[in-house]
């Protein structure tokens, strides 16, 4: 007779002690409704360690770097695709493009800062490349080391890149064959544009360089306002003179205090020096 599996409470205790160390970590805030997310994402994880109760998970995830962060991968949202919000894509290779190319012959630096498995670093090395960008460095990073294994990948599947141009396929992805059939990988080409990076945005303070665009997009919306403050400064720090900053659609800077100048729906721009 086969041990029956038990399923793990999770007690209030348990919940409001989860999203405390969530929110300490990652700035991501976990309401009460967030229960039924936290417990679906969870259990599996406590089943697999053979452990009987949350509290127990709780005390290795607060003592195990690698646990943290395969509870932070489980709770965050990875949801991307390719030309997500594409609005930001043509402000990208008409203002962004123009001002820096004027400015240090073509060379643009960039950072897409919760980049999640990948789709939106290459959107823009797409865009800037049909734009005819001569030369880009774009620094990639998330938090979730699961997500960024995905984008160094660079392999996805086929029906979920819908939103792709159907020209851009044959030139920036190699359709995969046989077993891999279904699947398309970026070209090298591309892949060597982009550096991917593990960071967490509460805990850079200095990147040592500074961009002439960055997007952060909907990694904010998960955060309260105090984190959104002290991410969005971090960020504004890390603009060149004239740099363009993305966020998201559904996001916004009400009620941050910055120096940014908005230019267009959910895009912002340093002041040149
Ligand atoms: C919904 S995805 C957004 C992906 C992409 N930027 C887009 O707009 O499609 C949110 C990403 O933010 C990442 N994230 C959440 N909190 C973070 C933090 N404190 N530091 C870095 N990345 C974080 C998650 O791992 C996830 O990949």
Redesign the pocket.
């Known amino acids: 007779m086969s041990t029956p599996v038990m399923t793990p409470r999770l007690s209030d205790t348990e919940l409001r002690a989860i999203a405390k160390l969530v929110y300490e970590k990652?700035?991501?805030v976990l309401h009460d409704g967030k229960r039924e997310l936290i417990t679906s994402r969870l259990q599996k994880r406590l089943r697999h360690l053979g452990l009987a109760t949350y509290a127990e998970y709780l005390k290795l995830a607060e003592r195990d770097p690698a646990e943290l962060v395969t509870l932070?991968?489980s709770i965050?949202?990875?949801?991307?695709?390719f030309f997500?919000?594409a609005r930001h894509f043509e402000i990208l290779t008409s203002r962004v493009l123009q001002t820096a190319a004027a400015r240090r012959g073509g060379e643009l630096r960039g950072w897409?800062?919760?980049?999640?498995?990948g789709?939106?670093p290459y959107t823009i090395l797409m865009s800037l490349l049909e734009a005819g960008c001569g030369g880009v460095r774009l620094l990639a990073?998330?938090?979730?080391t699961k997500?960024l294994a995905t984008a160094k990948s660079g392999v996805y599947r086929l029906d979920k890149m819908t939103d792709v141009p159907k020209a851009y396929l044959p030139k920036y992805f190699e359709k995969g064959l046989g077993a891999q059939a279904g699947l398309a990988r970026v070209q090298p080409s591309l892949r060597r544009l982009v550096e991917f990076r593990a960071?967490?945005?509460?805990e850079v303070t200095s990147l040592g360089q500074q961009f002439d665009f960055i997007?952060?997009?909907?990694?904010m919306i998960?955060?309260d306002k105090a984190v959104q403050q002290r991410v969005v400064s971090m960020l504004e720090r890390h603009l060149a003179p004239g740099g363009y900053l993305f966020i998201?659609h559904s996001e916004s800077l009400n009620g941050i205090t910055h120096g940014l100048a908005t230019i267009a729906p959910a895009a912002f721009q340093r002041r040149a020096a």
């Open positions: 990652s700035g991501i932070l991968d965050a949202t990875n949801h991307t695709h997500r919000e897409c800062a919760a980049c999640s498995t789709e939106e990073s998330d938090m979730s997500a960071l967490n945005l509460l997007f952060c997009r909907n990694v998960y955060f998201a």
